[in-house]
């Protein structure tokens, strides 16, 4: 629910009004969070998932003194973890990509510029024929 954005922490009768949305053609069961009066509410799935999605979902509890091994292996799995050998590998590659791209204009520009030298020459000597 993170990446689709706010939902209220407050299970109240107003925040339920308020997100409360007629135009669904879709009835979701929220008396998880809102209470009875819930059972058949049309409100967006994405921010408040039904009763049986919530059910299958797994929640992360407190595993006591594996707690934190616990939050490693999420850490993992989540991949937020960049290793030091990654990100060296990956400003390696951008460092190499930028300075192949820099020396390749480089070249062209001292191409075109001899290029143009020898274009001035050419006019330069039509000219001064008589």
Known sequence: MD???YVSAVA?????EAQTDTTLDYYSDLTYFFGPEADSV???RI?????????RCAMIRDFGDK???VLEI?????GDNLG???TILIFAVVAFMSGWTIYKRWLKYKRNKMQRRRNRRKTFRTFRKP
């Open 3 to 5: 990446a689709t954005g």
């Open 12 to 16: 109240t009768p107003e925040i339920l």
């Open 42 to 44: 049309q409100i967006d």
């Open 47 to 55: 921010q408040y998932p039904d009763k049986k999605v919530v059910e």
């Open 67 to 69: 707690t934190q091994n």
């Open 74 to 78: 999420w850490s993992r799995i989540k």
């Open 84 to 86: 030091v050998g990654i």
